[in-house]
């Protein structure tokens, strides 16, 4: 169950994830102990998956895609978890709408460029279909 601390300690590290515990422990006005007992359990409960760091890709060199994908649907889960293991792909969500899941792919960082990326994914089983837009800047 979620309660008031854990979404105003979500607020904060949604703002900055870099904030120390002891931050974390001022603005939330409790011990630094319970921050670190909401954490842990946060993470344990995957309500937090991961500390992240957002780039502007561009001036680093970096290619950015937000993939929208079609899975075929008896291919679901097995696709979801082969396309997980790809080091380039940052962030893969599953979704309803116009795509069964939304990849956030970094090429270059590893190596590959973007056509090679998607490439990859597309070869992926139970892959049918990839709609690539590239980003050309992160705006907020």
């Excluded at 904030?19 to 909401?38: E, F, M, Q, W, Y």
């Excluded at 396309?83 to 795509?99: A, E, N, P, Q, V």
């Amino acid at each position: 169950m979620v309660d008031k601390l854990d979404t105003e300690i979500a607020r904060y590290l949604i703002d900055n994830s870099k904030l120390s515990i002891r931050d974390l422990a001022k603005l939330c006005n409790v011990s630094p102990g319970t921050i670190r007992n909401h954490l842990q359990k946060m993470e344990t409960d995957k309500q937090i998956i991961a500390y992240t760091t957002r780039l502007q890709g561009k001036r680093l060199g970096l290619e950015e895609a937000i993939l929208g994908l079609d899975i075929m649907p008896e291919h679901y889960t097995r696709t979801l978890e082969e396309l997980r293991k790809l080091t380039f792909i940052k962030s893969l969500f599953s979704t309803s709408g116009d795509h069964s899941a939304i990849a956030i792919v970094i090429s270059k960082l590893y190596g590959k460029s973007m056509n090679e990326c998607i490439a990859e994914i597309e070869a992926t089983e139970g892959v049918r279909n990839v709609y690539p837009s590239i980003v050309n800047s992160t705006l907020k």
